[in-house]
């Protein structure tokens, strides 16, 4: 069946560091792929999303591009801030919204 | 950002209560779904609602029991819970459920569910 499979956290950084959070996937047709973003005490956001093969999705300095040929939608951002510490979660959709396991990113002063 | 709407914010019962987790959205969307997240597990989608009416039930224990009076409003009545049954209860709405499009799910705040 379709799935998700996310980098294990957390994912301790200094504000300003580099982010990568890797996101691959399965799936038999040909899924939107998402990044949901959850803050402390809070529901999902809808980070980002991109719909077809090569869409770059872009939201709050955060990017991810859906590559095909590795089936994966990998999560950067250029420079950190604490305010981003949160769990990010990439999800696929076909039929139904399928989510990863999240990774929590803790950033650092 | 106050588009979907939870209450209460958390909840302790015991095995034996009845209880209703309150879900309301103010998007304009006609479809609504109940979601599962435990520690460390991915979230679970529940049930699924289109138009008022239950389009998806995941295996879901008889114990939680959802009710869609119209497209704003969802309920889960929770009866005879367990212990591992306590998690954060979100509840999520979208456009549209059956037309394929890459609909967008807005999430509530979540119920944190702690059952003694």
């Known amino acids: 069946g379709d799935s998700v499979t996310q980098m294990e956290g957390p994912v301790t950084l200094s504000e300003e560091a580099f982010l990568t959070i890797n996101c691959t996937y399965t799936?038999?047709?040909?899924?939107?792929l998402f990044w949901y973003v959850q803050y402390p005490g809070e529901g999902l956001q809808l980070l980002l999303k991109?719909?077809?093969?090569?869409d770059k999705g872009s939201n709050k300095g955060f990017e991810a591009t859906y590559r095909k040929e590795t089936t994966s939608f990998h999560l950067e951002k250029g420079s950190v801030q604490v305010s981003d510490s949160a769990v990010y979660f990439c999800?696929?959709?076909?039929?139904?919204?399928?989510f990863g396991t999240g990774t929590r990113l803790q950033v650092f002063p | 950002e106050t588009g979907v709407t939870q209450t209460p914010r958390h909840l302790v019962m015991g095995m034996t209560n009845k209880k209703s987790l309150k879900c309301e959205q103010h998007?304009?969307?006609?479809?609504m779904y109940w979601y599962k997240q435990s520690a460390k597990k991915p979230l679970e989608l529940m049930f699924v609602?289109?138009?008022?009416?239950?389009?998806e039930n995941n295996s879901v224990p008889s114990r939680f029991s959802p009710e869609c009076p119209n497209s704003s409003h969802l309920f889960l009545h929770l009866h005879t819970l367990q212990p591992e049954d306590s998690a954060l209860y979100l509840c999520?709405?979208?456009?549209?459920?059956?037309?394929?499009?890459?609909?967008?799910?807005?999430f509530g705040p979540g119920t944190r569910l702690t059952v003694t």
């Open positions: 999520a709405s979208s456009q549209d459920h059956t037309t394929g499009l890459p609909y967008e799910q807005y």
């Open positions: 799936a038999t047709g040909y899924p939107s």
């Open positions: 991109a719909t077809k093969a090569d």
């Open positions: 999800a696929l959709r076909t039929d139904k919204l399928i």
């Open positions: 998007l304009g969307h006609n479809a």
């Open positions: 609602y289109s138009l008022e009416e239950r389009v």
